[in-house]
């Protein structure tokens, strides 16, 4: 069964440090998406993006928050100066049909 | 604009018995509703999905959900608990191809 892969599964970065989520999405979808779960909370929208560009975002979603499809395949989320309540669980998802398929998250610790 | 209550952050029952996850959802377009599952340290699954069609929706391992718009509710429910059922449920809604908003979720504990 096809799968969105996310690469690491567990990062940790000093506070003010850029640090790049990867995400390869299942390769015929063209919905993609970011949302975040901070430890013991909802899962929160992040991004959504179509087309090759963003389509709709959320308001945690600020300028220090990019992504892109650098390559065509994967799907990067970078976030260029790391706070500490950015620390969480970050899901990409992807979707062709309703109802996306999500990956298994990279645990992004800001220390 | 839409909008997930899940009643419940905490589900216990006995394993064998009914398990009944409640979820009413709120909705400005005809909805989408999800529920997904979350092991421990594990990404989201989907477990079933309701767009258009029969009410009553089956996924996997067993579980199913109905749809009763004069109630606004999706509540899963599956006949017999299995020890591995224990996890975190989301329940979900989107318009579409949009966001998907998740409820805060409710966590099932099976007792042997």
């Known amino acids: 069964e096809p799968e969105v892969t996310q690469t690491p599964s567990h990062q940790v970065t000093q506070m003010g440090q850029e640090v790049i989520l990867r995400c390869v999405p299942i390769?015929?979808?063209?919905?993609f998406y970011w949302y975040r779960q901070i430890l013991g909370q909802k899962v929160e929208f992040l991004v959504s993006?179509?087309?090759?560009?963003?389509?709709?975002k959320s308001e945690i979603f600020d300028d220090q928050f990019s992504v892109e499809r650098p390559d065509g395949s994967n799907f990067t989320l970078k976030i260029r100066s790391t706070k500490l309540e950015d620390s969480a669980m970050y899901f990409c998802?992807?979707?062709?049909?309703?109802?996306?398929?999500f990956g298994s998250g990279t645990r992004l610790t800001v220390v | 604009a839409q909008s997930v209550t899940q009643l419940g952050s905490h589900v216990s029952v006995s394993e064998g018995a009914l398990v009944l996850l409640r979820c009413n959802y709120s909705?400005?377009?005809?909805?989408?509703l999800f529920w997904y599952v979350q092991y421990p340290n594990q990404g989201l699954q989907l477990l079933l999905k309701?767009?258009?069609?029969?009410?009553l929706v089956k996924g996997i391992n067993g579980f199913e959900a109905e749809f009763k718009k004069s109630e606004t509710s999706f509540h899963l429910t599956k006949p017999s608990a299995h020890m591995s059922d224990a996890a975190e449920y989301f329940c979900?809604?989107?318009?579409?191809?949009?966001?998907?908003?998740f409820g805060t979720g409710t966590k099932l504990q099976v007792i042997p």
């Open positions: 909705s400005s377009v005809p909805p989408y």
């Open positions: 309701y767009t258009t069609g029969a009410t």
């Open positions: 993006f179509y087309n090759n560009e963003i389509s709709e």
């Open positions: 979900a809604v989107s318009g579409g191809y949009q966001k998907v908003t």
């Open positions: 998802a992807s979707g062709e049909q309703i109802g996306y398929t």
């Open positions: 390769s015929n979808h063209l919905y």
